[in-house]
């Protein structure tokens, strides 16, 4: 089983639609979970942290249920920029080693 | 804030020749330093944490004869492929981390293509 799953995707949506990614992770140690998001040939970027409360950032949503080991992000409201595969990201554990391991992505294509 | 730098973007070189790959954060102090390879259509794999004064630790799998990684200061590690073959094309990806934080900052990558 790999550590961090994604549904590959891709996910293929109109502009102005609401789009949700699923993540879960094995390591119930892990402390720190982030969304990355990786346009094509170039370096991830980080798209925010996900904190246990859940947390937004305009028209980004992150949800973390530490009980299921599942991760969500919503996007709405889709922009054609916002094309591009999300990573799905957690910290290695609980040694602090700052290791992150990456899931696969999930490929976003938002059409006009 | 938080910028990492790479050089060089991308390298073409032939088959037995070794690449050195800088890494550098420009606006603040790692002592940390992580290095990733990624194949097409796949993730990020880490490869090796690199510590700043002490040798780094690579992930299962991974040479540590073949990727020599030096980390000689708080702002700058390197990756050398050694005897570089074309399996060894790829995307690598370094990243740094601030100090008293979880969160890493990537540099733009290198693409290594070995012929």
């Known amino acids: 089983r790999k550590e961090v799953e994604q549904d590959p995707g891709p996910f293929n949506v109109p502009e102005g639609a609401t789009v949700a990614f699923n993540c879960t992770y094995s390591?119930?140690?892990?402390?720190?979970f982030f969304w990355y998001r990786q346009d094509c040939r170039k370096e991830p970027k980080l798209l925010m942290s996900?904190?246990?409360s859940g947390n937004e950032d305009g028209r980004f949503t992150a949800q973390l249920n530490r009980a299921s080991q599942y991760i969500s992000l919503l996007i709405r409201d889709s922009k054609l920029s916002d094309s591009a595969t999300y990573l799905c990201?957690?910290?290695?554990?609980?040694?602090?080693?700052?290791?992150?391991?990456f899931g696969q992505g999930t490929t976003l294509q938002v059409k006009p | 804030g938080a910028v990492v730098s790479q050089h060089p973007s991308r390298v073409i070189c032939k088959s037995g020749t070794s690449v050195k790959i800088e890494c550098r954060s420009l606006?603040?102090?790692?002592?940390?330093m992580f290095w990733y390879r990624q194949f097409p259509k796949q993730s990020l794999m880490l490869m090796a944490t690199?510590?700043?004064?002490?040798?780094?630790?690579?992930e299962q799998g991974v040479e540590k004869d073949k990727f020599l990684i030096n980390h000689a200061s708080l702002t700058l590690s390197t990756l050398t492929v050694t005897s570089a073959h074309p399996e060894d094309s790829s995307f690598y990806i370094c990243?740094?981390?601030?100090?008293?934080?979880?969160?890493?900052?990537f540099g733009p990558g290198t693409r290594l293509t070995v012929l």
């Open positions: 990243s740094a981390r601030p100090f008293s934080t979880d969160t890493q900052y």
């Open positions: 390591n119930s140690a892990s402390q720190s």
């Open positions: 996900v904190y246990s």
């Open positions: 990201v957690v910290n290695g554990g609980s040694s602090n080693t700052g290791k992150l391991i």
């Open positions: 606006d603040f102090q790692a002592t940390t």
């Open positions: 690199s510590n700043e004064g002490s040798k780094a630790t690579y």
